[in-house]
T-cell receptor, first 116, second 113 residues
Framework: DVKVTQSSRYLVKRTGEKVFLECVQDMDHENMFWYRQDPGLGLRLIYFSYDVKMKEKGDIPEGYSVSREKKERFSLILESASTNQTSMYLCASTWELDRGVTDTQYFGPGTRLTVL | SQKIEQNSEALNIQEGKTATLTCNYTNYSPAYLQWYRQDPGRGPVFLLL?????KEKRKERLKVTFDTTLKQSLFHITASQPADSATYLCALPTTSGTYKYIFGTGTRLKVLA
């Protein structure tokens, strides 16, 4: 069974703090993703990575950065947390079927981040 | 730009009935479409994938159709049970072929006992 784990289920941080969210997958997937999910807006892609040390911006990268030093681990960093980054953060991973074509996304349980 | 629309209003149905959820998309011709289930406070879980050359796909009590002319997918749960209550999301790969998916906002289904 594919397993995607995230470092925290719930997190409360203060404005201006640096926040690290970690995601680990155990299936040797090439691709990993970070989304945020807000009511009425659905899942929005923040960043994704198709290989170690490779990353590409998604639809809403502002205020975020990522790191992928090892294939199984993909970190999302909020350099200076703000209240509008309060959200549910979801990590996902997939195999690559062909160049640029991915398979089913396997999601982690999510991290509910509150920025005060 | 590509768009997905799902009925944002909750769908309430009686146990034992068939639930039908709709996913419409525009400005787009995806090669396949996926459906996911999401429970409150959890990540989405993959249910079914249907390709453009497949009209219908089944898995146990689930059935998905894909009408590329109407640009619509229907998701059916037959003999629905209270345990089927969740939010159901549809997702399509983007045209750019660069690993991205577009997700609908989901439809919340409540099956009443």
């Amino acid at each position: 069974d594919v397993k995607v784990t995230q470092s925290s289920r719930y997190l409360v941080k203060r404005t201006g703090e640096k926040v690290f969210l970690e995601c680990v997958q155990d299936m040797d997937h090439e691709n990993m993703f970070w989304y945020r999910q807000d009511p009425g807006l659905g899942l929005r892609l923040i960043y994704f990575s198709y290989d170690v040390k490779m990353k590409e911006k998604g639809d809403i990268p502002e205020g975020y950065s990522v790191s992928r030093e090892k294939k199984e681990r993909f970190s999302l960093i909020l350099e200076s947390a703000s209240t509008n980054q309060t959200s549910m953060y979801l990590c996902a991973s997939t195999w690559e079927l062909d160049r640029g074509v991915t398979d089913t996304q396997y999601f982690g349980p999510g991290t509910r981040l509150t920025v005060l | 730009s590509q768009k997905i629309e799902q009925n944002s209003e909750a769908l309430n149905i009686q146990e034992g009935k068939t639930a039908t959820l709709t996913c419409n998309y525009t400005n787009y011709s995806p090669a396949y479409l996926q459906w996911y289930r999401q429970d409150p406070g959890r990540g989405p879980v993959f249910l079914l994938l249907i390709r453009e050359n497949e009209k219908e796909k089944r898995k146990e009590r689930l059935k998905v159709t894909f009408d590329t002319t109407l640009k619509q997918s229907l998701f059916h749960i037959t003999a629905s049970q209270p345990a089927d209550s969740a939010t159901y999301l549809c997702a399509l790969p983007t045209t750019s072929g660069t690993y991205k998916y577009i997700f609908g906002t989901g439809t919340r289904l409540k099956v009443l006992a």
